[in-house]
Structure formats: C-alpha cells, structure tokens
C-alpha cells in the first residue's frame, strides 16, 4: 500500500507547544489512528515512502486515515467558510502532533472490471489527474518551422522586446485582409477612414494618402498596418504597451514586429517578429490544438489515435497469409481461409462471381 503526495500550496502548521521542526520531513507524533499504537515516525519530503507489512498492520491506517487525512484537512481550512461547505468534511486524525506535512492527494486500491482498453492508469484512476497536469505542461512546436509555438500576451511580448531588441526601431504591424478585386485607392481610403496612414507593402512603408505611389502593384491578400513607429526603450514602455494592445485586438490575436537597427546595427533587410496570443504559430500561421484534458486521454475523439481510434489495435488484412500460394488457381484453394467446411460458401461465392469477371 503507498500514497503519494504533491505540494499544491502552503499549508499553516497548527499551534504546538513546541516550536515545529523546519527540515524536508513529515514529522509524526504520537500516532494513535485505529489498531495503531501511539508510535512516532520521519517520512522524508521529495521521496517516495512504501508501506508496507502483512494485513491488518495499520498501513491504511497510516498512509490514508492519518497522513492523507491531516494533509488534506489543513490545506481544506486555507478556504473560506463558503468554499469549505463544497468540501468533504475530514476530521482531525488521533496523533499527537504532525509537522511539515504538504496538502496531499489520494489514490485508493479499486477493483475495476478490466476490458481490453484498460492501462494501469486507467485501473488505478491516476489518468484523470495526468489529465489535468499534462494541458499545464504542455509545450507545443510548429510542424513545419520547429520554432516553440506558446500563446502569448501584452506582456510576454513587451519582456521580449525590450530584453533582446532594446535600442532597435520598431514598427508594429497588424494585418488587415484585402477582398478580392479591392482597388488600391478604395481599400486606402477605408483605412484611412479609420485613422490609419501608414502600411507595410513589399518592404517598404506606404501612405493611405498618396495611393499613386504603389505604380499599378496588387494588394496582396493580407496588408500589414502600421500602428506605431517607436524607438525599443525602457522610457517608451507606456506607449508600447498600448500600441501592442490595440493591434492585437485588431489583428484578432496576432501581432507583428518589423524591427530595423541605427548605424553599424542596421542589417540589410529589416527583420520581421511575429506573435500570437493563442497556439498557431504566427510565422506559419498553423494552428496547434490547443491543451484540453480531453487531448491527453485515448478515451476521448481528440485525443485518440487516428488509426486505432483508441482501442491499441487495428483491424487488416494479410494478403500473405490469406494467399500463402499464389501459384494455385481460385478452384485448387488460393484462399486458405475459404477451405473447409466453415467458409465453403464464401468459396462458392468466389468461384462464381469470378467466372463473369473472366
């Protein structure tokens, strides 16, 4: 019998007339839980504790009535008295002291009908925590770039300006999409209408205003708008912030970065950063499925596989040992499964769908 135990919070130890030991120990005092007999003991924290001995020694007692118990309790009353009433009640194990004891989680025994889709972690019922932990672990990689593809936010990508690019001329872009067969000066006008006079087109930055400029070039299906123009400085942080806001809610989530550098640091062709608040890869534009339990579990349509659906099988057919001979003609028994008593009607099939086929 074993439990295990993870640290979600901070726990307040309960008053003691002694001062309660600080070292990575769950130290236990007087344990008096059931057929137990007031013994005392050290479990070490970060290790993993086995309990064992033969039936009725008290290793339930021990791991669930008063570890898990105790455990349990105190990080229950870090709630408020609303929230507690959702909670089942746990009382106080018998034990004379317990300190440094983290909240902790139980996995019981259970006796399942096992099938052909059961897994240990389905049989001890731990997958449906590793469900919950693995969305928070998850780190998603774009198929086609490798680049590490994470959603983003104003301030995730404020840090990374700042911190790798400081000194360096941006401009922020967000894309608007063109219809089809929009004219240049019809598609200007609108954005200017909304208070946008700048666009970045084939490289270069373009007025709204001045449309003749473009010299008969197309709009491409997707035009970048200028939000802003500044210099990457700690002194500019208000404005970026807000400059990154704005053209993520217009680029519905996605934002871009063309950056240019001042005298020897100016490169030949300006570079181009792009984010995106949710998981796509904003180089790419791929869309990753975003971490949901239901993704981490074969007993759900999003997370299972695609060629056994789940079940760790699939269904096929071995030509090489349904024909073993294909010297032999269809009458003089090419398919071994078709003779004999059981499949003589499938034989009987075969021979006379193939005699019209001849």
Request: one cysteine or more.
């Given at each position: 019998?074993?439990?295990?135990?993870?640290?979600?919070?901070?726990?307040?130890?309960?008053?003691?007339?002694?001062?309660?030991?600080?070292?990575?120990?769950?130290?236990?005092?007087?344990?008096?839980?059931?057929?137990?007999?007031?013994?005392?003991?050290?479990?070490?924290?970060?290790?993993?504790?086995?309990?064992?001995?033969?039936?009725?020694?008290?290793?339930?007692?021990?791991?669930?009535?008063?570890?898990?118990a105790e455990g349990q309790r105190r990080y229950?009353?870090?709630?408020?008295?609303?929230?507690?009433?959702?909670?089942?009640?746990?009382?106080?194990?018998?034990?004379?002291?317990?300190?440094?004891?983290?909240?902790?989680?139980?996995?019981?025994?259970?006796?399942?009908?096992?099938?052909?889709?059961?897994?240990?972690?389905?049989?001890?019922?731990?997958?449906?925590?590793?469900?919950?932990?693995?969305?928070?672990?998850?780190?998603?990689?774009?198929?086609?770039?490798?680049?590490?593809?994470?959603?983003?936010?104003?301030?995730?990508?404020?840090?990374?300006?700042?911190?790798?690019?400081?000194?360096?001329?941006?401009?922020?872009?967000?894309?608007?999409?063109?219809?089809?067969?929009?004219?240049?000066?019809?598609?200007?006008?609108?954005?200017?209408?909304?208070?946008?006079?700048?666009?970045?087109?084939?490289?270069?930055?373009?007025?709204?205003?001045?449309?003749?400029?473009?010299?008969?070039?197309?709009?491409?299906?997707?035009?970048?708008?200028?939000?802003?123009?500044?210099?990457?400085?700690?002194?500019?942080?208000?404005?970026?912030?807000?400059?990154?806001?704005?053209?993520?809610?217009?680029?519905?989530?996605?934002?871009?970065i063309s950056l240019t550098g001042t005298?020897?640091?100016?490169?030949?062709?300006?570079?181009?950063?792009?984010?995106?608040?949710?998981?796509?890869?904003?180089?790419?534009?791929?869309?990753?499925?975003?971490?949901?339990?239901?993704?981490?579990?074969?007993?759900?349509?999003?997370?299972?596989?695609?060629?056994?659906?789940?079940?760790?099988?699939?269904?096929?057919?071995?030509?090489?040992?349904?024909?073993?001979?294909?010297?032999?003609?269809?009458?003089?028994?090419?398919?071994?499964?078709?003779?004999?008593?059981?499949?003589?009607?499938?034989?009987?099939?075969?021979?006379?769908?193939?005699?019209?086929?001849?």
């Open positions: 019998m074993s439990t295990r135990k993870k640290k979600a919070a901070s726990a307040p130890a309960e008053p003691s007339p002694a001062a309660a030991p600080t070292d990575a120990f769950i130290h236990i005092r007087g344990v008096r839980q059931n057929n137990l007999k007031g013994f005392d003991l050290d479990l070490p924290l970060g290790k993993l504790n086995v309990i064992t001995g033969p039936s009725g020694s008290g290793k339930s007692s021990l791991a669930f009535d008063t570890i898990y229950v009353e870090t709630f408020s008295p609303y929230t507690r009433q959702f909670f089942e009640r746990m009382d106080k194990p018998n034990v004379d002291a317990i300190h440094g004891i983290p909240p902790a989680i139980a996995i019981e025994q259970v006796n399942n009908i096992r099938s052909t889709r059961s897994t240990v972690g389905t049989i001890t019922e731990i997958n449906d925590y590793l469900k919950m932990l693995f969305p928070r672990l998850a780190v998603g990689e774009c198929p086609e770039c490798h680049r590490p593809v994470r959603p983003e936010t104003p301030e995730s990508i404020l840090h990374a300006l700042l911190h790798a690019h400081t000194g360096k001329t941006a401009l922020l872009l967000f894309g608007v999409p063109v219809p089809a067969d929009t004219a240049v000066e019809d598609f200007f006008s609108f954005l200017q209408a909304q208070g946008y006079v700048r666009v970045l087109l084939y490289g270069e930055v373009f007025r709204t205003d001045e449309p003749q400029n473009l010299k008969g070039r197309k709009l491409p299906a997707m035009v970048h708008v200028v939000q802003d123009r500044m210099v990457l400085e700690p002194a500019n942080k208000p404005r970026l912030t807000e400059a990154i806001e704005v053209a993520l809610r217009h680029g519905k989530g996605q934002v871009s005298g020897k640091d100016a490169p030949a062709k300006p570079e181009m950063l792009s984010f995106s608040t949710d998981w796509r890869c904003a180089d790419c534009d791929f869309k990753l499925p975003e971490p949901t339990p239901g993704l981490f579990s074969f007993n759900n349509p999003i997370g299972a596989c695609p060629s056994c659906r789940g079940f760790g099988r699939t269904l096929g057919l071995d030509l090489g040992k349904a024909m073993p001979d294909e010297t032999l003609s269809i009458r003089g028994g090419l398919v071994r499964a078709f003779q004999g008593d059981t499949y003589s009607e499938c034989q009987d099939d075969l021979e006379r769908c193939a005699k019209p086929r001849r």
